[in-house]
């Protein structure tokens, strides 16, 4: 589906009834690519496109409600970017988003997710928490309490479906 702005979901998730469509969009869309950099414009992203990596999108009409994406390093999918415009927040986007994205990863085999943030950023961790995310350090790491800022999700059936319960509000 192609918005005004132009730009496509090309698998939708969940369309909830207050119109907000939440989906898998087209890495090389241009008109996305425009709207992707002024979403992030005070907060660049890196560069994902040598990596296994998906994009989703919450959108209201033509306005990008919200923005995530998914990458595949050193053996385990990774969720980041993950952000939603103010006047569309408390409305389960941030939520439909992350559904979104592990059914991505369990599509493909994933066995567990992962995402990483600061310890300051309590609404992201309240988001993912609910899921089942667990804090952990990765193997590798040297971490400790003031130091760990990894959490990963163990993906099972019951989770699966869970996930694919979610209203899309």
């Known amino acids: 589906m192609t918005d005004g702005a132009g730009f496509t ?3 939708t998730m969940a369309t909830a009834k207050d119109g ?4 898998e969009v087209r890495r090389e869309d241009a008109s996305w690519k425009r709207a992707f950099r002024a979403f992030y414009a005070d907060c660049p992203r890196p560069d994902r496109t040598k990596l296994d990596h ?3 999108a919450a959108r209201a009409g033509k306005k990008l409600a919200g923005h995530s994406e998914i990458y595949f390093d050193h ?4 969720l980041d ?3 939603v415009a103010p006047e569309f927040r408390e409305r389960g986007v941030a939520k439909r988003l992350t559904a979104a994205r592990i059914l991505y990863a369990a599509g493909r085999g994933a066995k567990e997710v992962w995402y990483a943030c600061d310890d300051g950023n309590l609404v992201t961790i309240c988001c993912h928490l609910r899921f089942g995310f667990k804090k952990v350090c ?16 163990k993906v099972n059936k019951t989770l699966l479906k869970r996930i694919d319960g979610i209203s899309p509000a």
Do not use: D, K, M, Q
């Open 9 to 11: 979901i090309i698998r």
């Open 20 to 23: 907000i469509e939440v989906g």
């Open 54 to 56: 998906a994009y989703f």
């Open 75 to 78: 053996g385990r999918w990774v």
């Open 81 to 83: 970017g993950l952000r």
């Open 138 to 153: 990765p193997a590798g790491h040297s971490c400790n309490a003031a130091t760990a800022h990894w959490y990963r999700l």
